[in-house]
């Protein structure tokens, strides 16, 4: 049995266009990684359960391992690297560090990722509709609750108008 054919694909990746053949049924994170090297977003549990592999696509976040590269043909995705990069979420970030809510850091970009999408979505927060809204996402180091404890601090810096 052959290979099935490449699709081309256009996709703005971090805002770089990308102009590339892809397999029907290479999944996100695989493109992302393998194909464009972009390697800080994990592939976890390959079910769509843990986060590691969360991205952002068209401005909402997904599960790599759950999207194919070929359905976002069109489309904007943002990873980690991209919102690094343009400082969006530097004050997370610098969160995350002072609470000490990285250890090994597996986890680390899908859940900023899913925190970034938080902040925007649910400014006003609290700390029950923080933990709620991080248990998407698995951490096995930290216990959860200096996560929670840092991104709490973003929202209420932000309210304030603030840098965390």
């Known amino acids: 049995m052959t290979a099935p054919h490449a ?3 256009n996709i703005t990746v971090n ?33 769509g359960v843990c986060g ?5 696509v068209n401005g909402q976040i997904v599960r790599g391992c759950l999207t194919l590269a070929v359905q976002t043909d069109g489309g904007q995705v943002d990873t980690i690297e991209g919102l690094s990069e343009t400082g969006e979420i530097k ?7 002072r609470h000490n809510a990285l250890q090994c850091g597996f986890c680390t970009s899908g859940m ?18 923080v933990r709620e809204w991080m248990s ?3 951490c096995r180091c930290t216990g959860y609750q200096a996560i929670v ?16």
């Open 7 to 9: 699709h081309t694909v």
């Open 15 to 47: 805002g770089q266009n990308q102009r590339c053949g892809v397999q029907p049924r290479t999944h996100l994170i695989d493109f992302l990684r393998d194909e464009l090297g972009l390697k800080g977003s994990h592939l976890g549990c390959e079910h």
């Open 52 to 56: 590691a592999c969360t991205v952002r």
């Open 91 to 97: 004050d997370l970030q610098a969160a995350f560090i």
């Open 112 to 129: 900023l990722m899913a925190a970034s999408e938080l902040l925007t979505q649910q400014p006003n927060a609290n700390r029950e509709q």
């Open 136 to 138: 998407g996402n698995y």
């Open 149 to 164: 404890d840092a991104v709490c601090e973003v929202l209420a810096a932000r309210r304030q108008g603030v840098s965390a």
